[in-house]
């Protein structure tokens, strides 16, 4: 992986993540540099699979700063590169099983390409959400007490 540019804190906590897989973006020129800049947001942002194409929807990013009046639509559906194995086996996961695809996070790899990792995610109920807080507050105060014990306290 090289150079995170945004990730989707939301996801992680409104969803429970069962798998990952790694996705390239069709971008045009504009968007790519906006993208290099850190200029996107995956807030709402989901992915569907429409008449065998797979499309990222959602995802705003952002006008560039140097683009002129041919510059592109923030909010427009991209394209996501996948091989067709890949699009058949989230078709199936997505059907059989009930699950969503949402961005996890957007990174250029090492060789100047935008990717967007995919998470393949089931909802959270609230319980489910209750019992992660409690775990990771659970496991502040012991990393908290450990320090202090360490240091002598």
């Not at 990730?7 to 897989?21: G, M, Q």
């Not at 989901?46 to 592109?72: F, K, S």
Request: no cysteine; hydrophobic share 35%; charged share 35%.
């Amino acid at each position: 992986m090289g150079k995170t540019v945004a990730t989707n804190r939301k996801a992680r906590h409104d969803y429970a993540v069962e798998d990952t897989l790694e996705a390239g973006i069709a971008l045009t020129g504009t968007e790519i540099k906006s993208v290099r800049e850190s200029q996107l947001n995956l807030q709402d942002a989901y992915a569907r699979i429409e008449r065998g194409e797979a499309w990222l929807v959602g995802m705003r990013i952002a006008p560039w700063a140097g683009g002129n009046r041919n510059n592109h639509e923030p909010m427009r559906d991209r394209k996501l590169l996948l091989h067709r194995t890949q699009i058949d086996q989230l078709v199936g996961k997505t059907k059989a099983k009930g699950l969503t695809m949402v961005p996890l996070s957007v990174y250029i790899n090492d060789r100047g390409k935008a990717k967007v990792q995919l998470g393949l995610v089931r909802g959270k109920r609230n319980y489910d959400r209750r019992r992660d807080i409690a775990a990771r507050d659970a496991r502040r105060d012991m990393d908290r007490e450990i320090s202090d014990a360490l240091r002598g306290r």
